[in-house]
């Protein structure tokens, strides 16, 4: 597609319930990142996937976070038993393999998914 | 990675310049500077980088001051458009260079 796009943009649900978010990266993108941003703060990094794998996942706050990317393209953020705190905007961004080496290093954002845990 | 200074907020006229500072006086010989912004309920946006020299693309501009602590991003005539949250974030080339650790930014409002 021609941007990241992620679902749902709108989230509202329960303390307690389980959630999930979706991405859909840039095609051919084989970096996937995911970002948490609450009101007022930028944001914050979560977990960084290279193809199927989790690189980096030292961002997820705690054990109810887990994200998974079976075929290397979409993505899947869950949270479960979700609280009050989980409440924010979260944000995939992708981007081009190896660009890194290149000092660009250019990350394309979604609009983010809205969460609210009531 | 190093950590970067910014004004909380910035104000500036429509189709006037504006220039936004950021602070970066630990930056390493292997930082990279760059630039995103995040336009209301957007995420954020690739604006520009740089390593030491001055850098021109079509949305803005990069100086980097000699001593590389400190650089400006300049927007040559400021749209109402152009209203956003301004990041300036530094990565290292080498390491854990695969992510970008953002800060609060530059709240920019353009007045018409």
């Known amino acids: 597609g021609a941007g990241v796009s992620q679902t749902p943009s709108n989230k509202v649900t329960e303390k307690g319930k389980y959630v999930e978010l979706r991405c859909d990266p840039i095609?051919?993108?084989?970096?996937l990142y995911w970002y948490r941003q609450s009101l007022g703060q930028g944001p914050e990094f979560l977990i960084y996937?290279?193809?199927?794998?989790?690189?980096?996942d030292s961002g997820l706050p705690n054990d109810r976070f887990f994200a998974v990317r079976p075929e290397g393209s979409v993505s899947t953020l869950k949270i479960q038993r979700t609280e009050r705190g989980d409440s924010a905007v979260y944000l995939c961004?992708?981007?081009?393999?190896?660009?890194?080496?290149?000092?660009?290093?250019?990350?394309?954002f979604g609009a983010g998914s809205r969460l609210t845990v009531l | 990675d190093a950590k970067t200074t910014q004004p909380n907020s910035m104000e500036s006229n429509e189709e006037e310049p504006v220039h936004l500072p950021c602070n970066h006086s630990?930056?390493?010989?292997?930082?990279?500077i760059h630039w995103y912004r995040q336009l209301p309920s957007q995420g954020p946006e690739y604006v520009i980088h740089g390593l030491t020299s001055n850098v021109n693309n079509r949305m803005a501009s990069l100086a980097i001051a000699e001593d590389r602590k400190s650089s400006t991003l300049i927007l040559h005539r400021a749209t109402l458009r152009d209203a956003a949250v301004y990041y300036c974030?530094?990565?290292?080339?080498?390491?854990?260079?695969?992510?970008?650790?953002f800060g609060k930014g530059t709240l920019l409002t353009v007045n018409p």
């Open positions: 996937f290279q193809g199927t794998g989790a690189a980096d």
């Open positions: 095609s051919g993108h084989t970096a």
């Open positions: 974030i530094l990565r290292n080339s080498g390491g854990s260079n695969y992510k970008l650790t």
């Open positions: 961004a992708s981007r081009e393999y190896g660009q890194q080496s290149s000092g660009a290093n250019v990350l394309t």
């Open positions: 630990t930056i390493s010989g292997t930082d990279y």
